[in-house]
């Protein structure tokens, strides 16, 4: 049965996600921002799970400040989007000089690539990469269909629902900023209503920053969601 753990790290509270199986007990850490020695003592002491990757959704310094630490420590592989690699080398364009006046960086030879619209495959399941530039133009959101399963209430029969762990490109009723290098507006509201907002209503959304939601609530409140009907 999947599982999905949420930690708030960093100055800009960023969404730490342990998605793991709680029967393999691999895991996948998403966007591990800050904090690497908290973020290990999770997955080892209070979860017990075995990391298998590290994922992120897109390369600004509070999304991967402690990829490299956290990498190392479990001596496995980050995973980008090939149009953010750039910024994972450079401090100016992941912000982290701007925002913290030290430097966040990688070299090349510490993570690896992905492409729009491939997939991945972790913890026995199919994980879609969907590319949505918009907040980075390597900005990514993966998508799990085999996601959380559940037991409705009055219901006799357990159900499941996709995930969509969204980063930066949606917000419970709002979005990502798109004034950073990289960033447009045009971009981020076709990623959202062509190829978010289209997957199936019941798909809970871990966002990067702030509460969970779900593709229904969006198509209902999110500003970017008026005057578009999503069947």
């Not at 998605?19 to 966007?31: F, L, M, Q």
């Not at 003592?41 to 298998?52: C, G, H, K, Q, T």
């Not at 559940?150 to 009723?173: H, M, Q, W």
Request: net charge negative; aromatic share 10%.
């Amino acid at each position: 049965m999947l599982k999905i753990s949420k930690y708030a790290a960093g100055m800009l509270e960023t969404n730490v996600y342990f998605c793991y199986d709680n029967d393999t007990h691999e895991c996948v850490i998403i966007d591990p921002a800050d904090n690497g020695d908290h973020i290990i003592n999770i997955a080892e002491n209070e979860l017990s799970v075995r990391p298998v990757a590290v994922l992120l959704t897109h390369a600004h310094f509070d999304h991967m400040k402690a990829a490299g630490e956290v990498s190392g420590h479990f001596g496995i592989k980050i995973y980008v989007n090939a149009l953010d690699a750039d910024m994972m080398t450079d401090p100016e364009a992941n912000l982290s000089l701007n925002f913290t006046g030290s430097e966040v960086s990688y070299g090349r030879e510490e993570f690896e690539t992905f492409t729009d619209s491939g997939s991945l495959n972790y913890l026995g399941r199919n994980w879609k990469v969907i590319g949505t530039p918009g907040h980075t133009k390597g900005s990514s959101c993966f998508y799990i269909e085999d996601g959380l399963s559940y037991i409705p209430n009055g219901a006799s029969e357990e159900k499941t629902v996709p995930v969509l762990f969204s980063g930066d490109t949606l917000f419970r009723c709002s979005h990502g900023r798109t004034d950073f290098q990289g960033g447009s507006q045009r971009e981020i509201t076709s990623s959202i209503r062509d190829k978010i907002l289209t997957l199936p209503a019941e798909t809970s959304v871990f966002p990067g920053h702030g509460p969970q939601t779900s593709i229904g609530i969006e198509r209902t409140y999110n500003p970017l969601a008026r005057g578009y009907d999503f069947i």
